[in-house]
């Protein structure tokens, strides 16, 4: 069956924003054509389709972390923190940050240092 390209898409930007959509496979899930219509016609490579899935999901993210910002939730407000805290922030919230200053350093060494080998002096003369 033939689809319309521009009515595909059409159908697919009414579907994200209406059902507030973050995903690409669920676009295709709204539309009349099958899977792989929807990528032989790479309405997944449109711009049209992947700015409105991005608009979706930066309109969900600030909503949430408004919500957390308003919550007397401790665990809302720690996740929020941990997202804006600055790398010394974030060290200073951790109880399993550890670090690590190693060196590392080549060090020559003989192996007759390190082992004695004892020698046989009958095993010597036999060879």
Known sequence: MAYNKEEL????LDAINKNKLFFIDD???????SRATFYNLELDKLDDIKE???????????SM????????????QMGLMKLIATPDELKQLSMQHVES???????????????????????????
């Open 52 to 62: 409105a899935l991005t608009k979706v999901k930066t309109e969900i993210k600030v």
């Open 27 to 33: 676009v295709v899930s709204y539309l009349p054509c």
């Open 101 to 127: 200053n190693n060196v590392h350093n080549v060090k020559e060494f003989k192996i007759n240092d390190v082992f004695k080998f004892e020698q046989d002096d009958s095993t010597e003369s036999e060879v």
């Open 65 to 76: 972390r408004s919500k957390w910002y308003k919550s007397d939730n401790p665990t809302l």
């Open 9 to 12: 898409i059409k159908t697919a």
